[in-house]
């Protein structure tokens, strides 16, 4: 009878350990799961995107619990349009596009600084007669007919005393780089340093460059990550969670530039094939620019925001005023 007493509670003691065991491989799996996120890049894959391939292939989304799905636009317009609808939860997009959208009360806000300083600079031929802005009187100035590119020669030319009504701008579309090297047009705006610049070199077109930042026009940040008002303020860690594993991946690119590109290279789009000598250039360029210094990876100045909002009021980018501290948050 005992013995068959101590048989009995033997079993039932594996039958409730099998259960037991059951049940925290459940909750183990149940604590493993990812929270699934889309995030829309500005343009197809280049060497400014190199931190989120790194963070992906490294984990370091993984760390925070996040599974990152990252897109490519169809068209340009597409971030700041899907992640004001919520379609996306988060996009790369530009500070003044974000003002821009706030102005037609689109509930867009910025909650990081990626690349801290302007990319969109004035491309001039190198040897040639124009030095500096007040040199563009009379001048064909090929463009992609972006308001925000005239509202920047305007203020370049005026800040070096030059007359800006003697300035002819030639919409071009995206053929910057044929526009130039046709010489169709005298000068470029609305092409970046790390990218059409860098071709125009290496098809035998060396330019020189000036800095809008030098010539009145406020040292905007040119690359921003976006989301809706709504998506910050519903989920906040999410964010926290991304920016903690961003900033991960932006400190490996830093220190490794060469294992980041050749992480980023493996996500090169079949449509927009990358050239390794003008990403490995691209990123030379903007690891300095990229760089918060004594603040954190995407840190926003609030003085920033309000100068970049002042000046697009001021030349009719925008036509009301926008509160500059509503437009972005730091986490």
């Known amino acids: 009878m005992k013995k068959g007493f101590l048989i009995l509670l033997s079993l039932l003691l594996l039958i409730v350990s099998a259960c ?25 894959p280049n060497a ?32 700041l349009r899907l992640v004001a609808a919520d379609k996306i939860d988060m996009a790369i997009s530009y500070q ?26 004035l491309m001039v031929p190198e040897g040639g007669p124009i030095q500096s802005p ?24 005026k800040a070096d005393g030059g007359e800006a009504n003697k300035v002819k701008m030639v919409d071009v579309g995206w053929d910057l780089i044929p526009a130039m090297a ?4 005298d000068v470029l705006i609305g092409g970046f340093i790390n990218h059409e610049k860098l071709l125009l070199e290496k098809e035998g077109h060396p330019m020189r460059i000036l800095n809008p930042a030098d010539y009145g026009v406020p040292d905007y940040y040119e690359l921003v990550l976006v989301a ?6 519903v989920k906040p860690d999410v964010f926290k969670k991304f920016m903690a594993a961003v900033t991960k991946g932006q400190k490996y690119v830093a220190e490794h530039p060469k294992g980041g590109l050749a992480i980023l290279m493996k996500h090169e789009d079949k449509t927009s094939p990358l050239e390794k000598d003008i990403e490995t250039k691209s990123l030379e360029i903007l690891l300095p620019l990229m760089d918060a210094k004594e603040k954190p990876f995407g840190y926003q100045a609030p003085e920033t925001w309000e100068k970049v909002a002042q000046w697009l009021k001021d030349n ?10 509503d437009a972005f948050i730091n986490f």
Do not use: C
């Open 228 to 233: 809706s008002e709504k998506g910050l303020k």
């Open 20 to 44: 037991g065991n059951g049940e925290v491989e459940k909750t183990s799996g149940s604590a493993g799961k990812l929270q699934k996120v889309s995030l829309m890049l500005d343009w197809y």
């Open 316 to 325: 009719n980018v925008i036509k009301k005023d926008v509160k500059a501290k």
């Open 182 to 185: 046709t010489r169709k047009t």
């Open 134 to 157: 007040k040199d563009l009187a009379g001048k064909t100035i090929g463009y992609p007919s972006i308001p925000l590119d005239e509202a920047i020669i305007q203020t370049m030319v």
């Open 48 to 79: 400014v995107h190199s931190f989120l391939y790194v963070a992906e292939e490294k984990g370091y989304f993984k760390e925070q619990g996040l599974e990152v799905d990252i897109q490519m636009p169809a068209d340009t317009n597409d971030p």
């Open 96 to 121: 003044p596009q974000v003002l821009v959208a706030r102005s037609e009360e689109i509930p867009v806000q910025a909650f990081g600084a990626l690349v801290r300083h302007p990319l969109n600079q």
